[in-house]
Structure formats: structure tokens, C-alpha cells
């Protein structure tokens, strides 16, 4: 839908972007999270959802809260990181970053022990949040 009133002419014009969906059927939408109302146990299960969108909310909602938030990025890495049938690879990742940002000795040390994880992704994103954080 598209408001063109005196601005015909115009390449740019204000509009809305409106999905219909067949009657019954779930919207194609990635449905709506306050992650900044969310406690830390919902952003993290955010963290593993299917829509980009809604892990990079997390995401950076995390990084912004930091201190005590990070803590748990670094326990996952520790309990389940080395494991690669335990979590995906994309999860891992943000758990990495996650970790580094708290610049702790205890998250140095969980990132280092994934630096010969088997899956390439991670160990390229474990390297590169090392890499990143030069305290640790």
C-alpha cells in the first residue's frame, strides 16, 4: 500500500508493507519479541531460533546489558562448546562472541579449548573473537 498524494512524480514515496496469509495458516513473520523486557534466560533461547532477525536482537540486547549477562555464554561454552552434536554452530558462535565481550580469564580460557573444535565455522569465529578481544 503506497501514499502517493501530490507526489506522483516522485521516485520516493511512503508506503506500508502488508503480508496476508491464507485463513488459518500462521503469518510468514517473524513474530515480535521485547528483548528489551526479556530476561537473560529468554535471550539466550533466543539466540537459537530459526530467524536471524530475532538472534541478532538477542544478540546485541545481550552485549548491551554485559557484565552478568555474559556470564552465562561462558558456562554453555564450557559445558557444551567442545560437543558438536550438543548445539548448533551458529549458537556456539554468539556464545563465543558473547564470551569474549565479558573480557574474563574464565572466558579466554573456554574460548582457547574450542580453537580445535571439528567444525570449521566455529573454530573460524572462536579464532576471530580472540582475535577481537586482546585482553584475553
Not at 574450542?114 to 567444525?119: F, G, I, K, N, Q
Amino acid at each position: 500500500v503506497w501514499y502517493m498524494e501530490h507526489n506522483e512524480q516522485s521516485p520516493v514515496y511512503r508506503s506500508d508493507l502488508i503480508a496476508i496469509s491464507p485463513k488459518g495458516q500462521a503469518s510468514p513473520l517473524t513474530p515480535y519479541v521485547d528483548v528489551v523486557s526479556a530476561d537473560v534466560k529468554t535471550l539466550y533461547a533466543l539466540l537459537s531460533a530459526a530467524s536471524w532477525q530475532l538472534r541478532q536482537a538477542a544478540h546485541l540486547e545481550l552485549l548491551r546489558r554485559g557484565g552478568p549477562a555474559l556470564e552465562p555464554a561462558i558456562q554453555r561454552l564450557q559445558s557444551r562448546g567442545a560437543d558438536p552434536h550438543s548445539s548448533d554452530a551458529h549458537t556456539v558462535t554468539h556464545w563465543s562472541y558473547l564470551a569474549a565481550a565479558s573480557r574474563s580469564a574464565e572466558s579466554g580460557r573456554a574460548l582457547q579449548a574450542l580453537v580445535r573444535h571439528s567444525d570449521s565455522q566455529v573454530r573460524q569465529h572462536v579464532i576471530r573473537a580472540l582475535g577481537e578481544i586482546t585482553c584475553l
